[in-house]
């Protein structure tokens, strides 16, 4: 099936109009996190976790829900990427777990942390077999 001209500059135009949208006219319920603009809850407390929160639990064991059950994984590294003026932005290194998870948004637990969700990449296995897993965190400053 072959697209027209006309449909191809008339959804271009829709994006570009969409693109255009301020994120604060959206209303209340939406933050930037883990690299999109994604509804949350105001109860997550991953809304309000920075570089440092997570900076204190490194070494720590933390919980992936998966399909077949919870993956005990570490926290093995934190580390800065390039931010806007005013953001932030970081990745989490997670360590553990023999079988490969798929790129996906998981449920995770830590003890102090309480509970959220984290969208995962595979990001290969050590050298022992554990799996690795990374997750962006990119916040920007409000009305941006």
């Known amino acids: 099936m072959s697209n027209s001209r006309r449909t191809f500059v ?3 135009l829709m994006a570009g ?3 255009a949208v301020p994120v604060s006219s959206l209303g209340k319920g939406f ?3 883990a690299g999109g603009f994604l509804p949350f809850d105001e109860d997550d407390p991953l809304a ?3 570089k440092s929160s997570f900076v204190s639990y490194l070494n720590s064991v933390f ?3 998966t399909a077949s059950g919870n993956v005990a994984v570490t926290l093995t590294s934190v580390d800065d990427m390039p ?3 005013g953001g932030e932005c970081f990745s ?3 360590v553990g777990g023999s ?3 798929a790129q996906n948004t998981y449920g995770v637990t830590h003890p102090s942390l309480g509970t959220f969700q984290l969208f995962l990449v595979p990001a290969g296995a050590d050298e022992n077999g554990a799996q690795k897993s990374v997750a962006t965190i990119n916040r920007v400053p409000a009305g941006t």
């Open 10 to 12: 008339k959804a271009g």
């Open 17 to 19: 109009l969409f693109a």
């Open 31 to 33: 933050k930037h996190l």
């Open 48 to 50: 309000n976790y920075t």
């Open 63 to 65: 919980q992936v829900q």
């Open 83 to 85: 931010a806007p003026s």
């Open 92 to 94: 989490l290194l997670f």
């Open 99 to 101: 079988e490969e998870r």
